[in-house]
């Protein structure tokens, strides 16, 4: 006498469920850690040898900690050297800490006069220059990812008048 025992439907659909969130999960975590890859590095000579890439246009007017990388998918640069303006988005290279006092005590070096900053998980940075502004923002992207940092220079705005 053979006797099969058989999963019940509840059991077969908590299995699948089960397997599919692994599935997702997984896929989530592979794709998050292909993004921290991604980018082109400041320092590197070839990152420099394109004038047109946005970190050769912008590597003489801004601090960047040696080691980060561009993410080009979020970067739009406009103009080159000490009249650039857009937005720089940046995988750092060090932690959020780190980065806040690299961008705070080293972009005097650059021209820039820190207006405020305010640090945490979500840490922001305001500088000035002539007439453009920038504003840093960056974030801690605890777990397997680095934390980014978004630079983001534009004209300042004059006020209006009567």
């Known amino acids: 006498m053979n006797t099969t025992i058989a999963p019940s439907r509840t059991q077969l659909n908590r299995i699948c469920s089960g397997l599919m969130m692994t599935l997702v999960l997984s896929g989530f975590i592979f794709g998050a850690l292909g993004c921290v890859a ?22 003489d007017d801004f601090p960047v900690p040696s080691g980060s990388k561009v993410n080009t998918e979020e970067t739009l640069v406009l103009g080159s050297g000490n009249n650039w303006t857009g937005r720089l ?5 060090v932690d ?8 705070r005590d080293q972009a005097k070096a650059f021209g820039w006069n820190l207006v405020s900053g305010s640090f945490g998980t979500t840490s922001i940075l305001t500088f000035a220059k002539g007439q453009r502004s920038a504003t840093v923002l960056i974030l801690d992207r605890s777990g397997l990812q680095s934390a980014k940092a978004t630079i983001t220079v534009s004209p300042m705005a004059t006020p209006a008048t009567k």
């Open 38 to 59: 991604t980018g082109t590095s400041l320092t590197e000579p070839s990152a420099t040898a394109d004038p047109t890439a946005p970190q050769a246009r912008v590597a």
């Open 96 to 103: 959020t800490q780190a980065a806040y006092v690299h961008f």
């Open 89 to 93: 988005s940046l995988v750092l290279s």
